[in-house]
T-cell receptor
Framework: EDQVTQSPEALRLQEGESSSLNCSYTVSGLRGLFWYRQDPGKGPEFLFTLYSAGEEKEKERLKATLTKKESFLHITAPKPEDSATYLCAVQAQYNFNKFYFGSGTKLNVKP | DGGITQSPKYLFRKEGQNVTLSCEQNLNHDAMYWYRQDPGQGLRLIYYSQIVNDFQKGDIAEGYSVSREKKESFPLTVTSAQKNPTAFYLC???????????????FGEGSRLTVL
């Protein structure tokens, strides 16, 4: 069964305290893995796409990495404005319109 | 600016009523999607449409209906047959490059439906 599991469910960090969020997945042929940021009451906002194991993408304080079974979103020296829920999704090779979403990690960065 | 507009942002419905959520995009994207988001769960696909006048059921289509008469518009109707409709509904479109669905989803701001 294709599925995505994110951990932890919630994470509290002090400003400047680096950490990582995990996204474990099983899918019958991965076309792409996606990270989104979602603020309360808003729609998700696209961050990264990763296509193959070993690939890395960076944007400001965020870096996403991919292995054959999981992806990590590393947050370096976070700021309070990084507080949000981070969603992971995988796209299946057999149907480009099928995306499996995890339930997200709610990040809270305290000043 | 290009984007996806969902309306209304908040909607209250009495049991037994049908309601329609609007989704309009000016991004010229072909593929559009409706997702449902419940607390503690991942987004679940209700319906999607790749082109005008064509749409496909997602994982939780029961109790919902859609239409795609124009490229820009993909309204979702929540019918009285949907047993637990209270949720946050998200409309999205998919960015294409060189005619290929990239998988990058562009979301609207969402509509929160509450059944009284």
């Amino acid at each position: 069964e294709d599925q995505v599991t994110q951990s932890p469910e919630a994470l509290r960090l002090q400003e400047g305290e680096s950490s990582s969020l995990n996204c474990s997945y099983t899918v019958s042929g991965l076309r792409g893995l996606f990270w989104y940021r979602q603020d309360p009451g808003k729609g998700p906002e696209f961050l990264f796409t990763l296509y193959s194991a070993g690939e890395e993408k960076e944007k400001e304080r965020l870096k996403a990495t991919l292995t054959k079974k999981e992806s990590f979103l590393h947050i370096t020296a976070p700021k309070p404005e990084d507080s949000a829920t981070y969603l992971c999704a995988v796209q299946a090779q057999y149907n480009f319109n099928k995306f499996y979403f995890g339930s997200g990690t709610k990040l809270n960065v305290k000043p | 600016d290009g984007g996806i507009t969902q309306s209304p942002k908040y909607l209250f419905r009495k049991e037994g009523q049908n309601v329609t959520l609007s989704c309009e995009q000016n991004l010229n994207h072909d593929a559009m999607y409706w997702y449902r988001q419940d607390p503690g769960q991942g987004l679940r696909l209700i319906y999607y449409s790749q082109i005008v006048n064509d749409f496909q059921k997602g994982d939780i289509a029961e109790g919902y209906s859609v239409s795609r008469e124009k490229k820009e518009s993909f309204p979702l109707t929540v019918t009285s047959a949907q047993k637990n409709p209270t949720a946050f509904y998200l409309c999205a479109s998919s960015i294409e490059r060189a005619g290929v669905n990239t998988g990058e989803l562009f979301f609207g701001e969402g509509s929160r439906l509450t059944v009284l």
